[in-house]
């Protein structure tokens, strides 16, 4: 029997609740040609029933037992008992994307590098799916054949388990993992500083699961034993730059042990127990001996805790620890002007008149007062744009003197604009007059001959005696991200949106391909539109998962006053014929939809979407949707329950969605889990269907909580998400673009402000 051609590596133990998800993550992929390893390491849970029944239905699956050593010798014992060309590891709670494998052995296939990695995002149920910040950068973009010399950033890339390697360079480098945990640090960088070339792949093919209850191995950072093990992985990696590593791989790790590893320990004196506390100082003594960097180019609270660390202030250590987790850095540390040097200002950290940190690590100068702004709302008054959002500087609560300036910007042209103060949260998590409301008369702007687009807005602020101007920015979840079209006459579009730097932008698309009408007619998709010029033919493009070409439907053309009218009927059948879900947690797809005419693919605005139009096919649902820059796009994945409209109504909330006949829901509650916990508390709703719809209502000040339970700092003393109970599971009701482009309402109840809004593309309602 010939070997396979990847070797997939999954150590488990007490997984029950999670095994399944991953193994059938593995089980689906494209690439078939593997062998998983399943290692249990004395897993004292169902986890082996799970285990068991995919070995019993897969040949490419089997069991190898062992008894509990932890995750480094478990995947020891997997790499030992692996026999394929290439070599991969899984954490048993966590997804790869049905491509992962594929993209990463295709990519060493043609390189010929040492291993490959892909990019990662990170998922939970209570906040949805988003980009790993560890991964962002490094793998912003897809390279072949580079290394961690010329891009030292790659000291970062500390996991194992998002990388496909070659077995023929591991066994010659003969890697082992520790028996520690973070123990794959040390094999990770080892890697990287013996690997020829490396390839990096953008596409996302890693999925790391964050548990609510806190219970993985890289969420109890705070436990001694846990900080031990960090400690003796970060001078196992010390050791390896020392022996191996450039200067500027060595001070790149240093500064990001700092900022990770340092930062950790420093944290867990908040909660360490008074008997562990000696015990921490010491670990914190031995990295500290170990790194060297300019501690005064850290953050300030970083470089106060260095200090007190040297110093072995436990006390100061742990004022700055809980100062940290009760959110005194939340917007920035408030700041006072210091009497004796006015043009300065001195920080409200704890141990300012008895720390052993310098002076100037407690003094801002005036330029640290940045001006921090953001865009909550967004939406067309007749030929008015209405912008709602909060604008404030850093570090400064606003003052009496609180003054607010707002002008449109065309080119070097500025135009005041008319503002209303109003009360919002503001950066520190409260509740405060930063908000504003404006409107601009884009139409009549447009019609200036000297303007410039896209259009922008530029704000001036006075708070406490600080000016500062700058451009209005921040696109928050809600209508700001999904801001509705508006047309310009009969040959442009309006669209706000965010441009370079995050910026609020309002751009002219002239002459735009546009969707006029689209309709579901049994299990087809008809899309209706109108082309700017003539064209002789015309098809759809719907894009699929690679290596399927995409699918393409003929349109019928019509002439019309110097026009071409198209209509495209789509099977939804055929869109699905072989795709697959790219998300392996939602399993969602999102597709490219393009109308290929005789000058070429042009994308197609859908400036008057309201709501989403699909239709169901074998309890999947493929659904036409917008883009935040009003552009459709279609969509298939699991047939649940989404919102069309959400919205308040005599101190109730009012969730107006869709609900399909595959998948029948008993009901609807708000959710809210508790922080570091499994465990929630629930808000039922009435629930009502009607002919596909339903309605979700529950009284507005239920949703107050008795107990302010924010799970981090900053965050909403009560973050509630929408969950449709169904059965096999309860799932986050998704929040459709056309009810985020009313959001978020603010509601006061029972004193407190009460959000609607959207976050993880699912319907929230959050407190402050």
Same mark, same amino acid.
């Given at each position: 029997m010939s070997s396979?051609?990847?070797?997939?590596?999954?150590?488990?133990?007490?997984?029950?609740?999670?095994?399944?998800?991953?193994?059938?993550?593995?089980?689906?992929?494209?690439?078939?040609?593997?062998?998983?390893?399943?290692?249990?390491?004395?897993?004292?849970?169902?986890?082996?029933?799970?285990?068991?029944?995919y070995a019993e239905r897969d040949q490419r699956f089997r069991i190898v037992t062992q008894e509990n050593a932890g995750l480094g010798p478990a995947r020891n014992t997997g790499t030992r008992n692996a026999t394929g060309r290439y070599l991969t590891f899984i954490d048993s709670d966590d997804l790869v994307s049905r491509s992962s494998f594929e993209l990463m052995v295709s990519s060493l296939e043609r390189s010929g590098s040492s291993f490959a990695l892909s990019n990662a995002r990170r998922f939970s149920r209570t906040s949805g799916v988003r980009q790993s910040w560890t991964h962002g950068g490094i793998c912003k973009h897809t390279v072949a054949g580079t290394d961690i010399f010329d891009r030292p950033g790659l000291v970062g890339d500390r996991m194992v388990w998002n990388k496909v390697y070659r077995r023929s360079f591991w066994d010659e480098y003969g890697y082992e993992f520790p028996a520690i945990r973070y123990e794959d640090y040390p094999v990770t960088l080892g890697a990287h500083?013996?690997?020829?070339?490396?390839?990096?792949?953008?596409?996302?093919?890693?999925?790391?699961?964050?548990?609510?209850?806190?219970?993985?191995?890289?969420?109890?950072v705070f436990r001694y034993d846990n900080l031990l093990d960090r400690v003796i992985s970060a001078e196992m990696v010390l050791d390896l730059a020392d022996r191996k590593g450039t200067p500027k791989i060595r001070e790149t790790l240093h500064w990001y042990l700092a900022g990770i590893d340092l930062a950790a320990l420093c944290a867990a004196f908040a909660v360490v127990p008074d008997e562990d506390v000696d015990a921490l100082l010491q670990l914190g003594h031995r990295l500290t001996s170990r790194l060297r960097f300019d501690i005064a180019s850290r953050p300030r609270i970083d470089q106060i805790q260095y200090h007190a660390l040297r110093a072995s202030d436990v006390p100061l250590l742990r004022e700055l620890a809980r100062f940290r987790d009760d959110g005194g850095l939340?917007?920035?540390?408030?700041?006072?002007?210091?009497?004796?040097?006015?043009?300065?200002?001195?920080?409200a950290y704890p141990g300012h008149d008895r720390s052993t940190a310098p002076e100037r690590t407690y003094s801002y100068p005036l330029t640290a007062l940045k001006l921090a702004t953001a865009v909550t709302h967004l939406r067309w008054d007749g030929d008015d744009l209405v912008i709602q959002g909060r604008v404030e500087l850093e570090h400064f609560p606003d003052a009496p003197d609180y003054e607010l300036g707002v002008s449109a910007v065309c080119g070097l042209a500025r135009y005041p604009l008319e503002v209303t103060r109003r009360r919002t949260r503001n950066l520190r998590g409260g509740v405060s007059e930063v908000g504003f409301e404006t409107r601009v008369d884009v139409a009549h702007l447009a019609k200036r001959s000297d303007m410039v687009w896209p259009l922008r807005f530029e704000v001036d602020l006075t708070n406490g005696g600080i000016h500062r101007v700058g451009m209005l920015k921040n696109l928050y979840d809600g209508s700001a991200r999904y801001?509705?079209?508006?047309?310009?006459?009969?040959?442009?579009?309006l669209q706000p949106s965010a441009s370079q730097g995050g910026v609020l932008a309002v751009f002219r698309v002239y002459a735009p391909t546009t969707v006029t009408e689209v309709r579901a007619e049994g299990t087809d998709l008809v899309i209706e539109g109108s082309i700017p010029d003539r064209s002789a033919v015309a098809s759809l493009e719907i894009g699929r998962a690679r290596p399927l070409p995409p699918a393409s439907f003929p349109a019928e053309l019509r002439q019309h006053h110097?026009?071409?009218?198209?209509?495209?009927? &789509?099977?939804? #059948?055929?869109?699905? /014929?072989?795709?697959?879900?790219?998300?392996?947690? +939602?399993?969602? !797809?999102?597709?490219?939809?393009?109308?290929?005419?005789?000058?070429?693919?042009?994308?197609?605005?859908?400036?008057?979407?309201?709501?989403?139009?699909?239709?169901?096919?074998?309890?999947?649902?493929?659904?036409?949707?917008?883009?935040?820059?009003?552009l459709m796009r279609l969509t298939h994945g699991p047939a649940r329950p989404s919102a069309y409209l959400v919205q308040p109504r005599d101190g109730e909330v009012v969730v107006h969605g869709v609900?399909?006949?595959?998948?029948?829901?008993?009901?609807?509650?708000?959710?809210?889990?508790?922080?570091?916990?499994?465990?929630? &508390?629930?808000? #039922?709703?009435?629930? /009502?269907?009607?002919?596909?719809?339903?309605?979700? +209502?529950?009284? !507005?000040?239920?949703?107050?909580?008795?107990?302010?339970?924010?799970?981090?700092?900053?965050?909403?003393?009560?973050?509630?998400?929408?969950?449709?109970?169904?059965?096999?599971?309860?799932?986050?009701?998704?929040?459709?673009?056309?009810?985020a482009s009313l959001l978020p309402h603010e509601l006061q109840v029972a004193g407190r402000l009460l959000t609607l809004t959207t976050n993880a593309e699912t319907v929230r309602a959050q407190v402050r």
């Open positions: 396979p051609l990847l070797s997939v590596v999954v150590p488990y133990y007490g997984v029950e609740n999670y095994i399944a998800p991953c193994l059938e993550s593995i089980r689906v992929q494209r690439l078939q040609d593997i062998e998983v390893i399943l290692v249990d390491d004395g897993s004292p849970d169902a986890s082996v029933e799970v285990a068991r029944e500083l013996d690997a020829v070339t490396v390839d990096i792949i953008s596409a996302h093919g890693y999925y790391w699961r964050e548990r609510e209850s806190g219970d993985s191995i890289t969420q109890q939340v917007g920035g540390v408030p700041l006072r002007r210091s009497w004796r040097t006015p043009w300065r200002y001195a920080a801001a509705p079209s508006h047309r310009l006459g009969e040959d442009a579009l110097g026009r071409t009218e198209f209509a495209v009927r &789509v099977p939804a #059948a055929q869109v699905l /014929e072989g795709d697959h879900a790219d998300d392996p947690f +939602t399993q969602t !797809s999102v597709r490219s939809v393009e109308l290929i005419t005789d000058i070429g693919p042009v994308p197609l605005s859908w400036p008057d979407h309201a709501r989403n139009v699909a239709v169901e096919v074998a309890d999947e649902l493929v659904s036409l949707t917008r883009t935040p820059f009003g609900v399909w006949q595959g998948v029948p829901v008993s009901g609807m509650a708000w959710r809210r889990y508790l922080p570091g916990s499994d465990d929630f &508390v629930e808000v #039922a709703c009435e629930y /009502e269907v009607t002919a596909g719809g339903f309605t979700a +209502t529950c009284e !507005s000040a239920l949703l107050i909580p008795l107990v302010d339970e924010p799970v981090v700092p900053g965050a909403p003393a009560a973050d509630w998400t929408l969950f449709a109970h169904i059965e096999g599971g309860d799932f986050p009701v998704a929040c459709e673009p056309g009810a």
